[in-house]
């Protein structure tokens, strides 16, 4: 049984990425936090494989971004559910601002959260629950250290992790990095919340933390997200899924989206009354 540690992806702002919030000064509602969990003890959910990681937590929940995808063209998006977690804020990239968001939906059985009635998107992005074959290439997509990055990676196969103190392990798959673009050796914090995609064009998951000794990139497990997607009712689209052709194919993919606001950064704040 292999175990590492892991870190966790999000990404403090400090002075590195200055957004204003949208709308700063004028009151919003409160940010609405619902949990979906399918599992009971009349139907726990399975254990995947026999590699389990150890997902360190930060001592203090700070201001943070990751990133996140539409998976709805009427305004779902997806993120990692440790992106939203203890905001008293969240709010999606638009322009130089951070549109706030009113609700978010948080998965108990996966790091996935759900944000409907968000930005309307101009395209969405395809689901599929079935985990891709051990070997075979994954495309990760978000903004480690704010900047977007395209991360080449193998997938090894399913695993268990779990996080902090917690005694509860969630279903994940496990990546070997194998490349970059642009080329960096730094941490991929940012990058959380972001798709990978399996090479028939499918999304299988969602970048959830790494270990930048082992260059392992966890992902939350393809059917947990589209669980989540389900039990929102927000998720009607069925987009078509185009393969991959290659390594120019995948970068030109994600120009394309990020030029059509398809993936955003998603940002946290913790303290709404010192927001930037």
Request: glycine share 12%.
């Amino acid at each position: 049984m292999a175990r590492g540690g892991c870190g966790c992806l999000p990404f403090a702002l400090g002075g590195l990425l200055l957004l204003a919030w949208f709308g700063q000064g004028v009151e919003t509602p409160p940010l609405r936090i619902e949990q979906y969990d399918p599992r009971s003890p009349r139907r726990p959910m399975p254990q995947w494989g026999d590699e389990r990681y150890a997902i360190e937590e930060p001592g203090r929940q700070a201001d943070s971004m990751g990133t996140a995808f539409a998976v709805d063209r009427d305004g779902a998006w997806l993120t990692a559910e440790h992106v939203t977690h203890g905001c008293a804020r969240v709010g999606l990239e638009e322009g130089r601002f951070a549109r706030p968001v009113q609700r978010v939906i948080e998965s108990r059985e996966a790091d996935a959260a759900l944000v409907p009635d968000a930005l309307s998107s101009p395209e969405a992005l395809p689901l599929s629950p079935r985990m891709p074959q051990p070997g075979t290439p994954g495309y990760h997509m978000g903004f480690p250290a704010g900047e977007p990055t395209l991360v080449v990676s193998e997938l090894i196969g399913e695993a268990n992790a779990r996080r902090g103190r917690s005694e509860v392990t969630q279903p994940v798959l496990a990546w070997a990095e194998r490349g970059r673009l642009p080329e960096s050796d730094g941490t991929l914090s940012g990058i959380s919340g972001g798709p990978v995609f399996a090479e028939d064009g499918h999304v299988v998951g969602l970048n959830s933390a790494s270990t930048d000794r082992r260059g392992r990139i966890l992902t939350a497990a393809p059917d947990a997200v589209t669980r989540l997607a389900a039990a929102s009712r927000s998720v009607d689209d069925r987009p078509i899924a185009y393969p991959f052709t290659g390594l120019a194919d995948a970068e030109s993919r994600f120009g394309a989206w990020l030029d059509r606001g398809v993936i955003r950064r998603i940002f946290c704040d913790v303290d709404e009354g010192q927001g930037g």
